[in-house]
Nanobody, 123 residues
Framework: QLQLVESGGGLVQPGGSLRLSCAAS????????IGWFRQAPGKEREGVSC????????NYADSVKGRFTISRDNAKNTAYLQMNSLKPEDTAVYYC????????????????WGKGTLVTVSS
């Protein structure tokens, strides 16, 4: 069964940090572009960050630039999102998704999705 499983979410105070993980099973991530997306209550799902299959290229939403870092470890079949200096507006369910081959990440263009992990930033 092909699936992505996110972990690492939770409750954190403003200014704190979390590291999300996205583990793949049933397939290898080597040839997939990986994206992190989030959806806050009452809002549409939005792209947060994207990393190419080799890890050599990344991009970020303006709202998280300088605070979040995407990475991947193909040997572990896992991708990560390091989130620092968290703000209340970062509160959302965070999803990882995979897209086969080249091309950047967008909601309608991903092949596989995880079920999400909740991140709550609150004092």
């Amino acid at each position: 069964q092909l699936q992505l499983v996110e972990s690492g979410g939770g409750l954190v105070q403003p200014g704190g940090s979390l590291r999300l993980s996205c583990a793949a099973s049933g397939f290898t991530l080597d040839y997939y572009t990986i994206g992190w997306f989030r959806q806050a209550p009452g809002k549409e799902r939005e792209g947060v960050s994207c990393i190419s299959s080799s890890g050599g290229s990344t991009n970020y939403a303006d709202s998280v630039k300088g605070r979040f870092t995407i990475s991947r470890d193909n040997a572990k079949n896992t991708a990560y999102l390091q989130m620092n200096s968290l703000k209340p507006e970062d509160t959302a369910v965070y999803y990882c998704a995979a897209r086969y081959g080249l091309g950047w990440c967008f909601v309608g263009g991903m092949d596989y999705w995880g079920k999400g992990t909740l991140v709550t930033v609150s004092s």
